[in-house]
């Protein structure tokens, strides 16, 4: 079964940058939406960005727009998150996930995470 992997987390200071990547092992991602989601303790995971595979459109939560871009390398099958201007609130764990193009995120696979702490 393919796997999702996340990497690029770690501790950064307020207004730093992380970047963080997201591969699948066993499938491309062709003919589907690769996005990114955060879990911060104590809530739900929350909708961050996510970019169609086929055709590269993006969407944003609206908070996070401006300081977080999503993006793509078609040749080495990765989606990035580049995270600029971190805030103390962006501190969460953050979930690469995978589902196909045209259906809800609800039936979306998931990574296992990597931990984003932002210290103030």
């Known amino acids: 079964q393919a796997q999702l992997v996340e990497s690029g987390g770690g501790p950064v200071q307020a207004g730093g940058s992380l970047r963080l990547s997201c591969t699948a092992s066993g499938r491309t991602f062709s003919n589907y939406r690769v996005g990114w989601f955060r879990r911060a303790p104590g809530k739900e995971r929350d909708f961050i960005a996510d970019?169609?595979?086929?055709?590269?459109?993006?969407s944003y939560l609206p908070s996070v727009k401006g300081r977080f871009t999503i993006s793509r390398d078609n040749a080495k099958n990765t989606v990035y998150l580049q995270m600029n201007n971190l805030k103390p609130e962006d501190t969460a764990v953050y979930y690469c996930g995978v589902v196909d193009r045209y259906i809800s995120w609800s039936r979306g696979s998931w990574g296992q995470g990597t931990q984003v702490t932002v210290s103030s």
């Open positions: 970019i169609d595979w086929n055709d590269g459109r993006t």
